[in-house]
């Protein structure tokens, strides 16, 4: 049974710092290709950042030279450092592994973790 955990959210004023984790379980996560997606209110939920199971990362335009996402494979666990934030980054973060075509590979969410930034 799929499992992910989110966690280290919180309110944070604009130009602050944050570490997202994502702790996975149930999954076959050292294969997967692992994402963070967020959803803003009234805002369908968009994928932010990606990272491969060799480490490739790619990120959405609104977020790149200020979030950084990486991997530790032996704790089945991806992160997600985001600097410079800004009070549009405000939304409930998620993770799920991505397929190759940028979709959730799982149906089962995780709960998500709330980032809200102050202007």
């Known amino acids: 049974q799929v499992h992910l955990v989110e966690s280290g959210g919180g309110l944070v004023q604009a130009g602050g710092s944050l570490r997202l984790s994502c702790a996975a379980s149930g999954t076959t996560f050292i294969t997967d290709t692992m994402g963070w997606f967020r959803q803003a209110p009234e805002k369908q939920r968009e994928l932010v950042a990606t990272?491969?199971?060799?480490?490739?990362?790619n990120y959405v335009g609104s977020v790149k030279g200020r979030f950084t996402i990486s991997r530790d494979n032996a704790g089945n666990t991806v992160y997600l450092q985001m600097n410079s934030l800004k009070p549009e980054d405000t939304a409930v973060y998620y993770c799920?592994?991505?397929?190759?075509?940028?979709?959730?590979?799982?149906?089962?969410w995780g709960q998500g973790t709330q980032v809200t930034v102050s202007s």
């Open positions: 799920n592994a991505v397929s190759r075509v940028g979709m959730p590979r799982y149906a089962s």
């Open positions: 990272i491969t199971s060799f480490g490739g990362t």
